[in-house]
């Protein structure tokens, strides 16, 4: 059975980490990668950052050649990178395991990954040649993805957990009864992974229900 694996790993242990300590207020998400034999992963979101040329705020990424911009919608910049071959880390560590990247979000605290392993095995090796590398990740989260309605609608306990609570709570309501700050300290994560988690959470609702595939 599928499983998925939650985990964080320091903000400056990964490349992009050091655009945090020019720009602390800055959110970035990775693009989903499917394992490859040449590890790339081309595309990823900046958001909450208001400067005129991106661009140049990442030139000095450890790890990251070129980097340029794709395109941007208000304060969401779509960027493309080129990623050094010499790189070890978590993502080599997935591309070695063949583990899918689903989604990685970082910000100045931390990174936060969600990846998906056909089973625990595989998992458990994936976490043994970060262990051996000296790659740092602290598990959060290991739980089986499961249909929540007929099949394929499969959502992860979590997002479940938090879509459901957000709905209890009135979130989702005309006006909202309720925050994501709130939700997240009931949940006891940040507000940053609490948005992360609505938006994969949609995402797959979305892909399973309104999309013909």
């Known amino acids: ?21 020019a720009l ?7 693009e989903r990668l499917i394992p490859h034999d040449t590890l790339i992963i081309p595309y990823f979101w900046v958001r909450g950052v208001a ?53 990685a979000v970082g910000t100045k605290d931390e ?16 976490r ?9 990740i602290e598990v959060t989260a290991l739980h089986a993805m499961r249909p929540i309605q007929g099949d394929g609608y499969v959502l992860t306990d979590t997002q479940q957990e938090a879509l ?4 209890e709570r009135g979130y989702f309501d005309s006006p909202r009864e309720s925050s994501l700050e709130a939700i997240g300290e009931e949940l006891g994560i940040t507000q940053q992974s609490l948005s992360s988690r609505f938006r994969r959470g949609h995402r797959r609702l979305i892909e399973n229900t309104l999309i013909d595939q």
């Open 1 to 21: 059975m599928a499983t998925v694996l939650e985990f964080t790993s320091p903000a400056a242990d990964f490349p992009l980490g050091s655009i945090f300590e």
């Open 111 to 126: 990174w936060n990954f969600e990846v998906r392993g056909e089973s625990q095995e595989a998992l458990s090796e994936f």
């Open 128 to 136: 043994s040649y970060c262990q051996e590398n000296d790659i740092p």
């Open 24 to 30: 602390p207020e800055v959110e970035v998400e990775l």
């Open 51 to 103: 400067v005129d040329d991106v661009e140049a705020a990442f030139e000095s990424q450890a790890s990251v050649g070129h980097i340029r911009l794709i395109d941007s919608v208000e304060d969401e910049y779509l960027m493309r990178a080129e990623w050094g071959e010499e790189y070890v880390g978590v993502l080599s560590a997935l591309a070695r395991n063949n583990i899918p990247l689903l989604t």
């Open 164 to 167: 459901v609570l957000a709905y």
